[in-house]
């Protein structure tokens, strides 16, 4: 029977040992000394209202949504560079609390993320991108030459006729729709189109809903990237730092960063919706 692998020294892990597998602590200089930092950190993140570790359900019926959209626990794990047993163990209950980074990392990833490119998903969260583009007064022309993509590609998924694509060009649409979404189009005629077919655009948009078949945007209400930037600029204000902004608003930091970006690009960004 082959022993397992001992973690490296100068790591929390081999510092305090394995009870499972009958690893005793370590008292090396750099097994202490990545202990007393681990305790250290714990100790701030407690002090500033930020524990070290936190509930794992969350993170749990996270990963059971990644699942439902086709994602597979060996890549995302290996997005997130952690072992597979990791998100095992969060899945299986075993582990009731886990770190809030590893946490983080794992709410960040996407439904559609984490998947073989090669394998078929659902057309949906393409087709409201190409759409929303539409909507943003973008040609067709434009849209298809960002996504690098046909243009009877990009019309035959507008007019709603696949169900489903291979992965790779979902992130193709994905790549255009990022390129163009916080630009405005000259194409009148799209945008007259995407009115009469009331479809939403870029502004009502979060990215993690275009893949959700249950999320309908409501273009009667504030679009969340103004309510989150006006919230951080009102809590910065305060006092409060950009992750305990995020964290109050329920959103990660790099969702609230995207959101501010937003904000300022369509401060300057010129409004072509006027010639319609």
Known sequence: MTSKTLPPHGTYARARGNHRSGAGRCYCQPCRAAEHA???????LKATGRPLLIDAAPVRAHLKKLRQ?????TAIAD??????????????GR???LRSSTATAILAIRPGQA?????????L???RRIRALFAAGHTLKAIAAAAEIEESTASYLVNGHAVTIRRELALRIEAGYTALAHRRGTSVRNLRR???????GPDYWDVEDFDDPAFEPATDRIPGYISRSEDCFE?????YSREQIAERLGVTRDGLQRALSIYRQKQTAPDVRKAA
């Open 125 to 127: 969260g393409s087709i």
């Open 235 to 239: 809590l910065e204000r305060l006092g």
């Open 69 to 73: 959209a086709g994602a597979a626990y």
């Open 38 to 44: 681990y305790t250290k950190r714990r100790l701030l």
């Open 95 to 97: 582990n009731g609390r």
């Open 79 to 92: 997005t997130l560079g952690v072992p597979r047993s990791t998100l095992s163990n969060i899945t299986s």
């Open 194 to 200: 995407a009115r009469r077919e009331q479809w939403a």
């Open 115 to 123: 998947i073989d490119t090669t394998r078929s998903v659902a057309a």
